[in-house]
């Protein structure tokens, strides 16, 4: 580097920088621009130096991540995020470009990493550390880069600290917080060294100040080096003034990474070039003995780390998502590296162009005023260029109209961004994380940082390898992604999933690596420990559940032997009403996912005859909350037998013949041996209802599901809602059998029924004074569950008086709400629709009607 020492000094190029920020990225090109170093040293983990090379590849697109984790525990883990406009990965470009040697020199990982399991363990520390996760990962080591407590940025994970948080630490330390090693709790307090600089150039906002001083300025062309020179100084001032607040582990880093500083001058003399965080600069150009700073270094903790590059994101570089990389707003910072000339004119067309996408009227006027405005705010500011305040503030005021609703719109997908890397297959990988590459690929399903609603249609052999890969996956916590309700068909063949990739899953997938060696294997061996180490029988149904979701034959052997020695041993009704429900959902895959349930079908019958027998005894003496979760039980059961019969017959398991049913609309048995559940739980059903001990709310959930069933005549269901409400009954009791009764949608009941409706309201009105109060909030409960229609058309029935309208179920022949004959005109009226959605013509719709 002859002929540069005038600008910069003799001894190794030292480039402090704030770790993202793209003013540090474009000095840090014109420093190496100048220089031309034979070796760029960049403060990261060393074990990743063979790695380097990748950065190159084509495939390989930042926002990129280093993971590393501990090989025996996949789950301690940290990652070194790199954006475009990073300075260390603008020095690892360089170096790629100008086939310049690039090295890692920070602490390596394998002690990382041993610091963050200790930590975890207990060891003496001076805060609470949080657990070991891909979101706080336990490699997290406090350094003097966090913003410290008592500054203007202190809770501030992004920090404007011109070093930036470690990228070893996936979250800052807590504001306040002592740290290992400290010699004197009273200098224990970090210093923000962007705060401290900015109030003594006079401003309260360091973010402001660090994008008037270095974002904002251009590049100077007669020193390269002059903004290093500065930013050195003040640190060094900085640190003599707070010293380093007695951080051992910063005294440890900075002690190995002047090691192979030394190292690297051997090799190539003064021609070095380092890129580091500002803070410590200092720290490396002070001159220490190498007995010293390995003394430093004797008797680190290790453990064995795996390191590999992964994709991330804007959002996870910005603190709004939890992670504090170093800034709020990646996608503006990206915006201003990236942009060749007029920043705030390119940024405002992005704006206009994200507002047009979502349908709001933004024309070339608005553009052109909104810069305006953003350059009188700069002027009227002091500030030299807009920054992201003013174009923020300009944005509002003409496009927003003043509203804040779409600006977050602005804040979400342009100032922080959905951008998803991408690294390149080459990349090392365990073995599982390569298994799901190739399923993705192979089920042309793209991992995306953008949330989205995925339709799966499980008759299409791509739609059900989807959705088995992703219910393996949540089967090994990979929340790739997360179920969701359909829109469009309530049918066991549709699903919809919500998905999104979050860079930390790679943790995840490493973690679940211990497993198996495929998606398949892992989540085979995930499932049968999870049925061993159930806790409730609960939980081993719906793993067998998911079982079968996922298609997982050789684990469903394991399950359903835990799940019977598990049913067999249970005596409480309530967990076995809990587990029948989901055992019986799962009969239902065996159409659609061609899954063989005959063993499933004698597990859920064997479950059902039980419940059946301690469900009444179960139900005698319950206080107010207890009968309620016991009413929700039955009506889980009561769905769950309707479920199962219906899932046992031919094709099911089932050797019975067709038809051979066990009472009205019971439909096929549920096999050989377990025929007439219907019948057997419509006289649990009975002995509910009849009995006094059995609280109110249950005793009128039996007579209404009786009367659905059409077990129960609605002369006989009037009768007993006649005697529940009869004055001898205690107003609290008629409430509940009220609430049972009418609750979860028996509004049209009322409706159509008016003398059920005719007897609540004559109880109601009897309902004396001092008891009214007590049972006001059950039936409120009860009728504010309806849809404001139905509320409405009891609130005018009762108006007029129940059963004084001519023609009306009271009144008419058969089933209530119903007339006594079919109205052909009505029925006339909907043939059109009906051959639409049938896709019909008018013989075949005529063929389906008769």
Known sequence: MAGVEGGRGAGPLLLGVRHHGPGSARAVRAALDAAQPRVVLIEGPPEADALIPLAADEDMRPPVALLGHAVDEPGRSAFWPLAEFSPEWVAIRWALEHEVPARFIDLPATHTLAWGKDDAEGESTGKEQPAPTAETPAAETPTAETPPSGSPSASDPSGPDPSGPDPSASTPSAPGASEPGASDPGTDIRVDPLAVLAEAAGYDDPERWWEDVVEHRGVGERDAFAPFTALEEAMGALRETYGVGGHERDLVREAYMRLQVRAAQREFEDDVAVVCGAWHVPALRQKASVAADRALLKGLPKVKADLTWVPWTHRRLSRASGYGAGIDSPGWYGHLFGAPDRPVERWMTKVAGLFREEDRIVSPAHVIEAVRLAETLAVMRGRPLPGLGETTDAVRA?????????????????????????????????????????SQRRLRIKPEALERELELDLRKETDAGRSRLLHRLRLL??????????????????ETWRLRWEPELAVRVAEAGVWGTTVLAAATA???????????????????????????????????????????????????????????????????????TGALTEVAAGLAERVFVGLPPACAALDADAAEEMRRHVDAVHGAVALLGDASGPGHGDTSAPGQGDGPGSGPGPGPGHGGLRDRWRAVLRTLSARDTVPGVIRGRAVRLLLDEGELGPDEAARLMGLVLSPGTPPADAAAWIEGFVGGGGGLLLVHDERLLGLVDAWLTGVPAEAFTDVLPLLRRTFSSYESGVRRTLGELVRRGPGKQV?????????????????AGRADAVVPVLRLLLGLDDNELVGVAG
């Open 477 to 494: 916590r990979i929340e790739w992604g997360e179920p969701t309700v359909s829109r469009g068909s309530t049918g066991t063949f549709r």
């Open 398 to 438: 003409v496009m927003c109209e003043g509203s804040d609703i779409p600006l977050a719109l602005v804040h979400d997908r342009l100032v922080v961004g959905d951008v998803l890397g991408e690294v390149p297959p080459g990349a090392p990988a365990v073995p599982l994380q390569r298994d799901l590459d190739r």
């Open 526 to 596: 995930k499932a049968e420990a999870d049925a061993v180490g159930a806790q409730s029988l609960a939980d081993v149904t719906a793993l067998a559940e998911h079982c079968l979701l996922a298609e997982l034959p050789d684990a469903l052997p394991v399950v359903m032997k835990v799940l019977a020695d598990r049913a067999a041993l249970d005596t409480d009704v309530g967990h076995l009403a809990q587990a029948l429900p989901a055992l019986v959902r799962s009969l239902r895959y065996g159409d659609v996912r061609g899954t063989d």
């Open 807 to 823: 023609g009306t179920a009271a009144t008419a022949a058969g089933i209530p709400g119903f007339g006594a004959e079919l109205d």
